[in-house]
């Protein structure tokens, strides 16, 4: 995660890496003013008939699991003060400085 700040801005904004997940896979909520994004890679089911088991990868460096992230907002901030955009694998939220 880089958060990123220049002081100037309006707004402040946390970038996240979810590499390999897609937007509908990613959920972006606050609780107790907190940010928390969080998101899910599953296990990719494989259809090559050459596998000894079918739908089973024989070897795999593939991080599968929950993705979760918790960053503190300042006081009022809520999920409506969020914008979110997700590209290439990476998942930024900005929020505005003083809610």
Not at 75 to 81: S, V
Request: net charge negative.
């Amino acid at each position: 995660m880089e958060l990123v700040d220049d002081g100037d801005s309006p707004r402040v904004a946390a970038v996240f890496e979810v590499p390999g997940l897609r937007p509908e896979n990613v959920s972006v909520y606050v609780v107790d003013g907190r940010l928390v994004p969080s998101g899910a890679r599953t296990t990719l089911a494989v259809s090559d008939s050459s596998s000894v088991q079918a739908g089973v990868p024989q070897i795999s460096e593939l991080k599968y699991g929950l993705i979760r992230r918790v960053v503190d907002l300042p006081p009022g901030c809520t999920t409506a003060d969020l914008r979110t955009s997700m590209e290439n694998g990476m998942l930024t939220v900005s929020w505005p400085r003083h809610p």
